[in-house]
């Protein structure tokens, strides 16, 4: 298999060491510190699982052993797609447990990016749950294996069908467990937002991610006396690190799993265990704007909403104040690093107006003009970053390396920002031809080529738009052939791509052709932007 790495230079690395950020732990020390510290302390709460910190380090040590006897060795790589479930937790610490490496899919995904994240990172292993939100993950289980047949062994959450459930993995107690990770080695794969083509993997390491989270931890108030929800899907970064499930973990504090962040799910919740933190991205947080007042549900324990995944309006932002009586923290990251927060005693009007800034000291941020030199304060430009959890390079990927990191290991994040005299940062938007649908990171140019597959499609562009209530949607301008189809039966034929619901496009509008070139060409980001200016133009007018 191609090696995960993820390598700073030496002089970056033992400055980060001597300054305290990387502190040599990984995630199964500090588990096992905290069973040690808190055994009896409700750790987890996921549906009717209520599991202390000394359950979750035992479930996890039963689940590497039970991984290892199925035949899956040290170094393998697994795809987890599990939903926010109890079993989500001990499932990942048993993967590190047995220095197995996950690979971190949301439950949405379908065939087209469960098979491109196994290809890609040579996984071995899949781990899922037999049904989620009306879907039968087990025969997505098996195209996988058909198209990727190094996917060996398959885990099922619930009833195995044609797999092997996770309750009924062989008896491991025989095995003899890996010794503990280097801390510098890859802990697992994340996916990232890619604007091109399908998503990116990225290693992230034991000592730059736990520095992450738990600095997050710090700066979030979290205390073993804290709840966190978990309401957004907990694969993503925000609900994993930011502080998320592995934050609050590492502050001793209970988290508790929604099923849905919808107000329906998680008020219960909030009530019923006395969270005091979540997260949510902007159309989310509107919706609980929307139900708090009429609510029956008791939800003075909330005192911090964090609200991130996309940008969060100002006229929005000061509302939750007023509605909710917490104190909103906006948060803005990337799967690759860098995340910037509101601080929880910042003026009021920093905290509606700014997204944040960053974790560390050593977070070294540059905003560039289109020619790569500084704006002047306060103007926007381009975010480039480097620093102690932001990665150097994506795995295996030499184009988008070349792409997305300078010659002295700058990330260009793709985001377009300006910073206040403060050092805060507020986002613009992006340089790049992504859409922030409600958060989750879309390219247009896949499902261009995806559009392109259909028979009465001669091309398309795929742009966003701005929307009131998912932050961006997506709009697919199609010049047809033939029999020109109907808007809701090319939606319906994308569906059956195997693709993610949320990247289907929101809208679709026909059009008799593309602007070009006296040449007859025209860069796809060009005729992008040309599109969505007379879009927005038109509606305007």
């Known amino acids: ?38 055994p009896d302390r409700l750790a987890v709460v996921g549906g009717e699982r209520r599991w202390s910190f000394a359950e979750l380090e035992a479930r996890a040590e039963t689940t590497a052993r039970g991984l290892l006897a199925l035949g899956l060795r040290p170094g393998d790589r697994v795809v987890v797609q599990l939903p926010n479930i109890a079993e ?28 491109h994240f196994a290809r890609s990172a040579e996984a071995r292993g899949y781990i899922v749950a037999d049904r989620h939100d009306g879907f039968d993950y087990r025969p997505l289980a098996q195209e996988v294996q058909r198209e990727v047949p190094a996917v060996a062994h398959v885990v099922v959450v619930g009833e195995g069908g044609p797999f092997t459930a996770l309750d009924t993995l062989p008896d491991g107690s025989a095995i003899e467990l890996p010794l503990d990770a280097d801390p510098s080695e890859a802990a697992f794969l994340q996916i990232s937002g890619g604007s091109t083509g399908l998503s990116k993997l990225i290693p992230r390491t034991h000592d730059d991610y736990i520095y992450s989270f738990r600095a997050s931890a710090e700066i979030c108030g979290l205390t073993p006396e804290s709840v966190y929800l978990a309401a957004l899907p907990v694969a993503h970064n925000f609900p994993m690190s930011s502080p998320g499930v592995f934050g609050a973990l590492y502050a001793g504090a209970r988290v508790v799993l929604a099923p849905s962040p919808s107000p329906e799910a998680a008020f219960p919740l909030i ?20 139900a708090a007042p009429s609510t029956a549900h008791d939800l003075s324990s909330l005192r911090v909403l964090q609200v991130g995944g996309a940008k969060f309006l100002t006229e929005s932002a000061r509302r939750v104040k007023p509605v909710l009586g917490c104190t909103l923290q906006q948060v803005f990251g990337m799967a690759e690093g860098l995340v910037n927060y509101t601080r929880l005693d910042d003026p009021e009007e920093v905290i509606v107006s700014t997204q944040g800034r960053p974790i560390s000291p050593d ?28 990665i150097r390079a994506y795995h295996n990927n030499d184009g988008a390396n070349a792409r997305a990191f300078t010659p002295d290991g700058f990330y260009r994040t793709g985001d377009v920002v300006k910073r206040t005299p403060e050092g805060y940062l507020v986002v613009q938007g992006r340089a790049s031809d992504h859409i922030n649908r409600a958060g989750e990171k879309i390219s247009a140019e896949e499902i261009e080529e995806h559009l392109l597959g259909h028979p009465n499609v ?17 709009c697919a301008f199609i010049i047809a052939q033939g029999d020109k189809p109907k808007a809701a039966a090319l939606k319906a034929w994308m569906r059956t791509r195997g693709l993610a619901d949320f990247k289907v496009p929101d809208q679709i509008v026909f059009v008799d052709g593309f602007e070009t070139t ?8 060009e005729l992008r932007a040309s599109l969505r200016r007379r879009f927005l133009a038109q509606a305007e007018g």
């Open 363 to 390: 977070d070294e941020v540059l905003i560039l003009d289109d020619e790569g030199l500084p704006v002047r304060e306060g103007e926007a430009g381009h975010l480039l970053t480097r620093g102690p959890y932001t």
């Open 1 to 38: 298999m191609i090696p995960l790495q993820q390598t700073w230079p030496e002089a970056f690395a033992t400055r980060y060491r001597e300054k305290g950020y990387w502190r040599g732990e990984t995630f199964t020390s500090f588990l096992r510190a905290r069973a040690g510290e808190w």
């Open 88 to 115: 989500f937790l001990s499932v990942v610490f048993g993967l590190f447990r047995a220095r197995l490496v996950p690979v971190y899919a949301l439950p949405a995904h379908r065939s087209v990016e469960i098979i």
């Open 271 to 290: 009530a019923r265990e006395g969270v005091t933190i979540t997260g949510l991205v902007p159309p989310l947080a509107l919706l609980w704007l929307q």
């Open 458 to 474: 001669f091309d398309a562009a795929v742009v966003s738009l701005p929307d009131d209530f998912l932050g961006e949607r997506s």
């Open 518 to 525: 006296a040449v007859g060409k025209v860069s796809r980001k």
